[in-house]
């Protein structure tokens, strides 16, 4: 017997729920039915991230740092404006109309420029004046803010300089508040994440020129099953547990006489999912220097 020759499977939002129905001994009936399952299944996707990391779920992005900018957004906030040339890097731009205000940390073309998480919420034809140039523009269009909030955590980072990364290490928010003096200047040596719904990372020292780079994989959401034709971004090796979490999501609302079975059969699946979606590299312990001590 031949076989296909084809590995390209990928069920749609509408088949994942019609196997969550049938392995609830329902049968999907009404446009209600569908509404409540994909809503069960962006409440699991939450509950995956929560559960750990995600591996397809990691992006690295690469911020240039500003002299003397510290706040950075976990993501990138685009504004749109009439021109960017006559803004310098670093100073704080407002709105005339909104009066809000942020930091300019880029500019990747000459109509618009990235920024720091806004202070208030900037709206189309605000002109735009800048704290040390004086410059001024409109902005052709209010920024969004999906790509930052749309971000879980820093998994890892490194600053680059001349070529060369250099681990940075992460500080809590306590330690972070521990620090003397924050406008200290130097290459950056500790990052913070405050994990707010715009997230941002505070390094510490502050940078000290406008070349260094700070390099970090950053953890995303899932996207969202927003309609029963879409497929899930979601890795082949996961389609049993995305199955398996949604028909035990199902049987708390529809079948509460088969909640303990999903349920066993949805972990059992999580966990064989989760052991097999890790980096597979040997383990190496270090001891550290307070660890050793003369023996005799």
């Not at 920024?143 to 990364?165: E, Y």
């Amino acid at each position: 017997m031949a076989l296909s020759g084809s590995k390209n499977f990928e069920p749609d939002v509408a088949e994942y729920i019609e196997e969550a129905f049938e392995r609830c001994g329902i049968e999907l009936r009404t446009g209600y039915d569908a509404r409540t399952a994909r809503r069960s299944l962006n409440l699991l996707f939450a509950d995956w991230a929560n559960r750990g990391l995600n591996l397809w779920t990691v992006a690295e992005v690469t911020q240039t740092l500003v002299s003397g900018v510290t706040e950075y957004p976990l993501g990138i906030i685009t504004l749109s404006v009439g021109s960017s040339a006559s803004f310098t890097l670093g100073e704080t731009v407002t709105g005339s109309v909104s009066s809000a205000t942020a930091s300019v940390i880029t500019k990747p073309d000459a109509t618009s420029m990235t920024i720091t998480v806004p202070s208030g919420t900037f709206s189309t034809s605000d002109t735009l004046t800048g704290s040390s140039s004086g410059a001024t523009t409109s902005v052709s269009s209010a920024p969004s803010l999906v790509n930052v909030q749309s971000s879980v955590d820093i998994l890892s980072a490194v600053v680059r300089r001349d070529s060369t990364d250099i681990s940075i290490n992460r500080i809590g928010r306590d330690d972070y508040l521990r620090i003397p003096d924050k406008t200290t200047t130097g290459r950056a040596i500790q990052y913070y994440v405050d994990r707010l719904i715009t997230p941002i990372y505070r390094i510490w020292p502050a940078p000290e020129n406008n070349t260094d780079q700070i390099i970090y994989d950053r953890i995303v959401r899932i996207d969202d099953a927003d309609g029963s034709v879409n497929t899930v971004e979601v890795p082949w090796r996961f389609y049993p547990c995305l199955a398996a979490g949604l028909a035990y999501y199902l049987a708390m609302k529809r079948a509460p006489e088969r909640v303990q079975l999903l349920k066993s059969v949805y972990e059992e699946e999580f966990t064989r999912a989760a052991t097999e979606d890790q980096d597979r590299v040997p383990l190496t312990l270090v001891p550290t220097a307070s660890s050793l001590r003369a023996v005799g």
